[in-house]
């Protein structure tokens, strides 16, 4: 952890006292907006195919070098962008990405790693169907109070270390991306960064209840269908010889590391903190902050928030039992994997992020049913907490007179449940679509499962949640 700190600290530091004696000239920023041509993606393309080709042709080469082949794409951005709208440019647009974007993503699932990797749930946990089904109900409840990626860290290694003596649990692993890592989010702001940003815009905190009829229909179908899958597997292990391993006697279930369920209140609270401070005390309203280049200011609401989730993450190292990780099989590198490849994803994805700013409204989307799925699939994609922004953004701009009331504009009920559920709920279709996606995928590997590759999640992605969202808009948002 203390390598990852330091570096985290190193950048931060390199990146707020390093820029260059050359400036964005003034207007060039709307300029890029509308000249950027689409083919700037090429290297967001290009690091998304290499993300899901290189590993199954040369996993040894790619685990080794994986940051330079992210740097190298970056770099294939960067150049040419410097070269059309000069070097100032250039470094704005890298900085607003990684210091304002990146940074404060990565920390937060650093210090949620961390935290999570620092409880144990001890005790007899027999992989069968029923129990498989209730952690992952446990963990899709949890999502929404603490996030989908402290819920995803608390929940997945009790899963894995239940269904150890199972030959085939890939599938387990995969509904729990869907379930605890993505759908379970949606019911308050804290489940889900793209609502915590609504919140901020003024949709009312309790206001993400109104998912909860399209929530419960998901998991209906979602459990009906995982534990048809689950059971028939469960018996082909029987049929095979296994068995879980409960012996003559069964642990009663326990939680040990509890202590660090306060360092995870201590993270929501930093979370929390970026939004209300602005709010309630002028010095951090109003975008106060570090002025770091050009336009570019480092908030100090932000600065709060990662310092908070830095020192629960020390705590927790310093406070927790190295018994209690040692349980959980804790090691850095599932986070230095994610650190590594969503550096390169963060960069290469800016002209995508800017096209669909410029653009999005000129996209035509004036029905619920195509906002959901125009969020949806960017969110696979994107980032979707600014793909979420910019259809709430486009919403507020249909001229709607009865809605929610936002600082963008009145959104009608209904589209703002579309653009929500597109967002949470479609994060789910690809490991790079929501944080603790690729995060838990490494873990699993991690433990010996062998996980899909990216092309191969997306076969179990599209047959099973595309079916789904087809009825979530048959039923919600078509009428």
Known sequence: MKRIVTALLSALTLLMAGAPAVFANEGVHEVVGQTLPVWSVIPFAGMLLSIAIVPLIKPEWWAKHMLGVA????????????????????FFRLLESVLLDYVPFIVLLLGLFVVAGGIAVRGTLAGTSKMNTLLLFIGTFLASWIGTTGAAMIMIRPIIRANEWRKNKVH????????????????????????????????????????????????????????????????????AGRSPATGDVKEPIRIEGA????????????????????????????GAGIPVYDEIVFPFATLVEIVI??????????????????????????????????????????????????????????KP???????????????????????????????????????????????????????????????????????????????????????????????????????????????
């Open 309 to 366: 989730i830095l020192v629960a993450a020390f705590l927790s190292m310093k406070t927790t039992s190295q018994a209690i990780r040692k349980v959980n099989n804790f090691s850095f590198e599932p986070i230095e994997e994610v650190a590594k490849l969503f550096i390169g994803i963060f960069v290469t994805m800016i002209p995508a992020l800017i096209l669909l700013k410029v653009h999005g409204a000129q996209l035509g989307l004036s």
């Open 369 to 479: 049913w195509e906002m959901f799925w125009a969020t949806g699939m960017l969110s696979s994609f994107l980032d979707n907490t600014p793909t979420y922004l910019v259809f709430l953004q486009t919403a507020g701009a249909l001229g709607e007179a009865v809605g929610i009331h936002t600082t963008v504009g009145i959104v009608s009920q209904v589209m703002l449940e579309a653009i929500s559920a597109g967002a949470v709920f479609m994060g789910a279709n690809t490991y790079i679509g929501n944080a603790p996606n690729f995060m838990v995928k490494s873990i699993a590997e991690q433990d010996g499962i062998k996980m899909p590759s990216f092309f191969g999640y997306m076969v179990w992605s599209n047959a099973i949640l595309i079916p789904v969202f087809i009825i979530d808009t048959l039923v919600f948002f078509l009428g």
């Open 172 to 239: 387990i692993i995969v509904f729990f991306i869907f379930l605890v890592a993505n759908m379970g989010g949606c019911l308050t702001p804290l489940g889900d960064p793209p609502l915590f940003m609504g919140f901020q815009r003024g949709v009312p905190f309790a206001w993400t209840f109104h998912m909860l009829p399209i929530l419960v229909l998901n998991l209906v179908i979602l459990f009906t269908v995982f534990y048809l899958i689950d059971h028939r597997m469960y018996k082909k292990e029987l049929a």
């Open 71 to 90: 740097i190298a794409w970056s770099v294939v951005f960067l150049v040419p962008f410097a070269v059309a709208y000069g070097m100032g440019e250039a």
């Open 259 to 286: 202590h660090n369920l306060i360092y995870i209140g201590l993270i929501i609270l930093g979370v929390v903190s970026n939004g209300l401070l602005p709010k309630m005390f002028p010095a951090f309203a109003d």
